[in-house]
């Protein structure tokens, strides 16, 4: 019996990218003889990647989506037919056994081709809001699995979001000591974590910098990731013996990041929401004021089961970090009690009950 031939869409952004290859980890955990393909396209983060991660990647033609209904809706039925033609050829030459795709730009003509190529369709929707290619995905697909309870597709189960293994089996308390001196900093003060994904945030690097007088003084430190193109943003360093404000272009361990902070202020992305919940990292969620709503939605459950706080970009200062930020994290048994509702309200182990889900409509 050949193995199992398994095709994985989900190029462009990280949030297609990283529960997409948290799955191939769990899928090649479970046998290591299935044969897994990821598709992307020559534009998106996953041509460096996924070759990096050590899985095979095929190119497909994009097919961008509009956001909301509006003209560009009429061009992408043009737009769709070679792709699927290609991507359907494909699937045949891997003889998949079956697609699954995270949504976005790649997914759509690889749901459509596998419809014509007779495969069938595994769904994953990382956000509280779908986007257009998993709700005609969710259409055609024999299971669809959710991240948040409450998101409107049919036939929806909950899993959660498939996260690495380096996350998902972070013990934050475990590694603070190592994770502290890895950042410069002290082993015991108060940590904020800063940060606005990989490009970083501007409003986000504004406030916190207004913000650094007063998150120092009251003995809070600070490890802020402003974003590779964001060289202007600088704090002066601090004066001996108080806290240090750590400024880094970018973070390449996201779970030393994780174990060295008490508190992080970040945007809510669905994997941002889902790793802070996983680790038990209580946050103050900033949701991108752009897109349809969704990074508020992915925060909100969190923030109503007591593990963060939410405040609307345009509301974000610092004023505010030193009137709400500052108070939680000076204060110990307040800060444990939000870090202890984030975890209880995170999931760890979505990417093997997706595997679980994928290799069940595989073997038919």
Known sequence: MSPLSIALAGGGTGGHIEPMLALADALRRRDDDLTITCLGTARGMETRIVPARGYDLRLIPPVPLPRKPTLDLLKVPGRVVGAVRQTAALLRELDADVVVGFGGYVALPAYLAARRAHVPVVVHE?????????????????????????????HAEVVGMPLRGAISGLDRA?????????????????????????????????????????????????????????????????????????VVDYLDRMDLAYAAADLALCRSGAVTVAEVAAVGLPAAFVPLPIGNGEQRRNAQ??????????????????????????????????????????KAAGARDADEKLAEIVLEVARG
């Open 301 to 342: 459950p969190l923030v109503d089961a007591g593990g963060g706080l939410l405040v609307e970009d345009a509301d974000l200062s610092p004023a505010w970090i030193e009137q709400h930020v500052v108070p939680l994290l000076t204060d110990a048994d307040r800060l444990a009690g939000f870090a202890a509702h984030a």
């Open 126 to 154: 990382q956000n509280a809001l779908p986007g257009l290619a998993n709700r005609i995905g969710a259409r055609l697909a024999a299971r669809v699995a959710v991240t948040a309870p409450g998101t409107p597709l049919r």
């Open 174 to 246: 475990a590694r603070r000591a190592e994770a502290r001196a890895e950042f410069d900093l002290d082993a015991d003060r108060p940590t904020l974590l800063v940060f606005g994904g990989s490009q970083g945030a501007a409003s986000l690097n504004r406030a916190a910098v207004g913000a650094a007088d007063a998150l120092t003084a009251a003995g809070v430190q600070v490890l802020h990731a402003r974003g590779p193109k964001n060289t202007d943003v600088e704090v002066p360093a601090r004066p001996a013996g108080e806290a240090p404000y750590v």
